[in-house]
């Protein structure tokens, strides 16, 4: 058991003046594995302050100066991957391969960061100006709980990077992962106050800090409902605001497609962490002329598809991250039947031979585009599949939607499949891959957010132009 009874504010690890215990479970047993003591409205105070006071000085360090820092960040975080690791697959659940994935990302995503900035250019001409790139404050940082330290390294190296000091509310369902991050984080000997990480409920300190007039910027992954929110009360003070929020995203298989090599892209697509992504594809459009062969293809590579023990090396979905989460995605699969979709394969209830944890079956439905199966995020390892009649018609389906996050065509020509893609209204678009470019923008389009992360354009959203000019 394992009590968390701290936050860290200006440098160092004090007890929160919130006194909310809040019970961290182990998703494969459903037992209690420890608690956290939740921040408060004060403590936001006290580390917005911190932050602000740090500002000045870390605004005004030098590319070489902030690279330093970052380098000691990544080599601090980088020595913690078994450590985190063992945070990930017993805290969330995740698979061992996935997990490992999850524990070297954090300072991944540090050295990208790096790899930006030592490119990035702050100053440029533009005519007879000097525009000069600069940091617009002290930086809001909320993370989810399905990459908790991947998404704090990820904020927190990108915000440092442009300049900026930050507050940082991770979710209070990752808190054995925020104290491994938290603690490298703090051995890495960054100036104090420049970051602060305060473990609390949204709808306690995350709204602390959209009201803060000294937060001039908010940076949210998470539900689409909360992002709104957060756009609504920091319009009171015009904070700048990047958003990366849920999606719905398609994957159309055209019908040139190889099933051996589309399938299982396909089903990678809509699976991958368990299905608690926001990018998942989970709405699968498939030629009505070749139906019949995708479904008996989908249940063949499906029923091979292992859902249960994380630490069970075969394992390739592991449970969802908490009792709730598994009862929405229960009514999610209960749902699809009573609005007529076809159950493909998987269904309600735990996996075979699970009898406790919040373990899902991996499930497909064959529908249409109107059914709230199609058209919600559900946030499991429920695809949908759809088919069309002809190019047109799948296009249109895959843009009728309100998100826009990402989304992936198959296909054997790949001329014809770049062009498909490129009438997604999407803010990514994979072809025939799973691979993932760091250096370019991610983000979402429409419903699925506001802004970039990612390379430079990560580094931009964190920076205002000032524009000199001398007579």
Not at 340 to 359: D, I
Request: with cysteine; proline share 4%; glycine share 10%.
């Amino acid at each position: 058991m394992q009590h968390i009874d701290s936050i860290y504010i200006n440098g160092e690890f004090v007890t929160p003046h919130g006194e909310e215990r809040f019970e961290l479970f182990n998703p494969t047993t459903e037992a209690v594995i420890g608690t956290v003591r939740l921040a408060d409205e004060v403590d936001a105070e006290r580390a917005i302050a911190a932050a602000k006071a740090a500002f000045p000085a870390w605004s005004r360090t030098t590319k070489a100066e902030r690279i330093a820092v970052l380098k000691r960040m990544h080599a601090a975080v980088a020595a913690r991957e078994d450590e985190l690791l063992e945070a990930i697959v017993t805290e969330y659940g995740a698979p061992a391969v996935r997990g490992r994935w999850m524990a070297q990302y954090p300072a991944d995503v540090i050295a990208q960061a790096i790899e930006a900035l030592e490119s990035f250019e702050f100053v440029e001409r533009a005519g007879s100006a000097q525009v000069i790139m600069t940091p617009v404050g002290v930086a809001g940082l909320i993370t989810p709980w399905n990459s908790d330290a991947g998404f704090i390294c990820n904020k927190l190296a990108t915000a440092m990077a442009a300049g900026c000091t930050a507050v940082i509310k991770p979710s209070e369902m990752s808190g054995i992962q925020t104290q491994v991050v938290t603690e490298a984080l703090h051995e890495a000997g960054i100036p104090a106050g420049v970051f602060n990480i305060i473990t609390g409920r949204g709808e306690v300190v995350g709204d602390a800090i959209n009201h803060h007039p000294d937060i001039a910027k908010i940076s949210f992954t998470g539900s689409t409902a909360v992002g709104k929110h957060i756009v609504e009360s920091g319009a009171r003070t015009l904070k700048r605001v990047t958003l990366e929020l849920g999606g719905k995203s398609p994957t159309i298989i055209l019908d040139d497609a190889e099933t051996d090599r589309a399938v299982p892209l396909a089903l990678a697509a809509g699976f991958m962490n368990s299905g608690q992504a926001c990018v998942a594809g989970t709405r699968i459009l498939v030629p009505r002329s070749r139906q019949t062969e995708f479904e008996q293809a989908f249940v063949q590579a499906v029923s091979k598809v292992q859902s249960g023990d994380p630490r069970n090396e075969n394992t390739d979905i592991g449970p969802m991250v908490s009792r709730k989460q598994w009862q929405r995605v229960q009514d999610y699969i209960r749902l699809g039947v009573e609005e007529g979709a076809k159950l493909l394969v998987g269904g309600e209830g735990r996996p075979a031979g699970m009898t406790q944890g919040w373990g899902v079956k991996p499930t497909v439905f064959v529908g249409h585009n109107q059914m709230r199966i199609a058209r919600e995020e559900i946030f499991g390892p429920v695809l949908v599949m759809i088919p069309y009649d002809d190019e047109a018609e799948a296009l249109a389906i895959a843009n009728d939607t309100t998100y826009g996050l990402s989304a992936m065509v198959l296909g054997s020509n790949t001329e014809r499949a770049v062009r498909v893609a490129q009438q997604i209204e999407s803010g990514r678009v994979l072809v025939n891959t799973m691979a993932h470019e760091p250096k370019a923008p991610f983000g979402g389009m429409k419903q699925s957010g506001l802004g970039r992360e990612m390379g430079k354009w990560g580094i931009q959203a964190y920076l205002e132009a000032k524009t000199l000019l001398v007579g």
